[in-house]
């Protein structure tokens, strides 16, 4: 993009000129116009350096599973294994919560019954 015909456009002149209310008008809708034309250019310049990126990931990719095959083929092999393990896991996380829960559950009660016990012997003094 270093080399654009509308950075011509942009270059100052040193001549200075009598205002024109046509000539402003004109000059605004060129400035415009070659604003367009800039955005358009550097868009196709994106998207020709962009066109064979989808490829070339594609192919760093593969490279990259085809070197660290050894790592996954072992793994597969003992996939049944390592989903129970998950399992597992995740049986002992929802068996934690529910405890959890029914902890916190407990702790009301215990704090609403104080709660309601400290309130039935101020009710008892106040008589």
Known sequence: MAVDTTFEFEKRRNRPVKYDRDLVQKTIGA????????????KRFYENRMKDRETIVK????AELEKGMSLIVPAMADKDKVMKKIVENVKEKVKKRQSQKEQ????KR???????????DDDDMME
């Open 31 to 42: 400035m415009e116009r070659v604003q367009e034309i800039k955005e358009d250019r550097e």
């Open 110 to 120: 215990k704090r609403k019954k104080v709660k309601d016990e400290d309130s039935s």
């Open 59 to 62: 192919n760093q990719k593969r």
């Open 104 to 107: 916190i559950k407990s702790d």
